[in-house]
């Protein structure tokens, strides 16, 4: 079965509904299992993958650079790149002084990111999060350079305030230079007002992208943790404990209800959810093996009825 293509805001980028989540390769994904996932990705007619270059480096004995390193070793490998849209991100501290949004810094980052990913561009290259202390102008005509040399296809934006995406915007178009195609925010069937208030409305008057990211909140929406004693189930546990409120459990009760009709699980359900609404091109998620990566699959695949929108919209109000 053919996965429609979405296109990315109002660029040349035709992506699938579901961006992969690479922030796992190299560190809950080893190499060799990075690689059989992404072969399984592609070869379920899936293109659109996430990085950045801080990757790993929350880990000890990591630096970043370690997920694009992997992901350009199985470019590398397969022969895939024609195949896929890279996307990744700069301006995470990366240590010694390495961050932010400076055209110096732009220019040295992203030489070493087609280093690690072994390719001559990236696809989308995103500001991973607002640097106030440089003029956004400064940013964006460094972006300018990056595409005329054909380093750099597209550019998107993560964590940004609606105000900040409208300011970028304004600059882009008053001096000629690229402009913000995609937004990379917080999102998901629990975490919702923030997006829905104040930069839905914006993305959608815009035509921007949105590659929604937490889609499953940190595992929650999976139906996994259901109560303070499934908290022990994985290191990622605590970080769940804040869903566990009563709108969190009528969030899961309508997850299981839908799931139900739709011979589906919740998590593929949570993904559906975020693949129907309008203003989502596609969200991000991870898999660290196979089994979690047919979820993801089974969710491009999975066609919602209105009722069941409404329903899980309803309890997560």
Known sequence: MAINKRKLGNSSLQVSPLMFGGNVFGWTADEATSFSLLDK?????????????VYSSWVPGHHGGESETIIGKWLKRSGKRDQVVIATKVGMSMGEGKKGLRKAYIRQAVEESLRRLQTDHIDLYQSHEDDPET?????????????KDGKVRVIGASNYSAER?????RISEQHGLPSYQSLQPHYNLYDRAEYERTLEPFVLKHGIG?????????????GKYRSEQDLGKSARGQGV??????????????????????DA??????????????????????????????????????????AAIAQLSEAGE
């Open 241 to 262: 404990k804040r869903y566990l409120d009563a709108r969190g459990l009528r969030i899961l009760d309508a997850l299981d209800q839908v799931a139900a009709t739709h």
């Open 165 to 169: 995406l409208a300011e970028a915007l």
């Open 135 to 147: 003029p956004l102008e400064e940013t964006l005509s460094a972006y300018a350079e990056l595409v």
């Open 41 to 53: 990705f592609v070869d379920a007619g899936l293109n659109f993958i996430d990085t950045a270059d």
């Open 210 to 222: 949105v590659i929604s990211y937490y889609s499953l909140a940190s595992g929650f929406l999976s």
């Open 265 to 306: 699980n919740p998590a593929q359900v949570a993904l559906a959810w975020l693949i129907a609404r309008p203003s989502i091109t596609g969200p991000i998620a991870s898999a660290t093996t196979l089994a979690q990566l047919d979820d993801l699959i089974a969710a491009t695949r999975l066609q919602l009825s209105p």
